[in-house]
């Protein structure tokens, strides 16, 4: 089974639309860490936010925000008023915090979003 | 700061070539990681070094071997390449010391194999 979930494997949707992707994660640890990352169409990986497992508050970042859910296993990401640029490849991983899955960082296997004009 | 270098960017082999990818980091991270991407499949784990010293195989380790050879470099190798290992591979770090921390990616390799 899947550690990290993202259902949504592509997303379309035109400039200015709120766009929410998706990510569940599995887990038995109590402690652990999720992570946003961003791949845009030059291929590159680019980090966006991490969320330790104590902390549920949500966080908005400009027109990002995340919303962090522990009673159903989620760290949704939403885009306001979404632009072109942030067409890319979305990925949530997590890291857990010890036994045999120690160090290891799993991925979702992404969400593609495109943002037509 | 260069932070995660990953050579060569690009590479072609014909089936049955052997190659070396490698890997180095300046931030000081003990833990290094290899993950090859493919579509629709996302970035799977090859395989991992917590610290330096130690190696553990992730969900595809089959056709591939590492070494660490400091606390810096990570180096992936394919000592018989067969075209199901065309890919891109990238190369991260970071410092699971700090757990909460994220991992740093190198550029990426693109590898065909013929």
């Known amino acids: 089974a899947q550690k990290v979930t993202q259902a949504q494997t592509e997303i379309s949707v035109v400039e200015k639309e709120d766009v929410t992707l998706d990510c569940v994660y599995e887990t038995r640890d109590t402690t652990y860490y999720l992570f946003w990352y961003k791949q845009p169409p030059s291929g590159e990986l680019v980090f966006l936010i991490r969320?330790?497992?104590?902390?549920?508050q949500n966080e908005i970042s400009g027109r990002y925000s995340w919303n962090f859910q522990k009673s159903t296993s989620s760290f949704n990401f939403t885009i306001t008023a979404s632009q072109v640029v942030d067409s890319a490849v979305y990925f949530c991983a997590l890291s857990e915090s010890g036994g045999s899955t120690l160090g290891r960082l799993y991925f979702g296997r992404g969400t593609q979003l495109t943002v037509w004009p | 700061n260069a932070g995660v270098t990953q050579t060569p960017k690009f590479q072609v082999l014909k089936t049955g070539q052997s190659m070396t990818l490698q890997c180095a980091q300046d931030m000081n991270h003990n833990s290094m990681y290899w993950y090859r991407q493919d579509p629709g499949m996302g970035l799977r784990l090859i395989y991992y070094?917590?610290?330096?010293?130690?190696?553990d195989k992730g969900e595809v380790p089959n056709g591939y071997n590492v070494s660490r050879l400091n606390k810096r470099e990570f180096s992936l190798r394919l000592e018989s390449a067969a075209p199901s290992q065309t890919s891109v591979y990238f190369c991260?770090?970071?410092?699971?010391?700090?757990?909460?921390?994220?991992?740093?990616f190198g550029q990426g390799t693109r590898l065909t194999v013929v």
């Open positions: 969320r330790n497992s104590f902390d549920e």
């Open positions: 070094s917590a610290s330096e010293g130690t190696t």
């Open positions: 991260a770090s970071r410092d699971f010391r700090l757990r909460n921390t994220e991992a740093f």
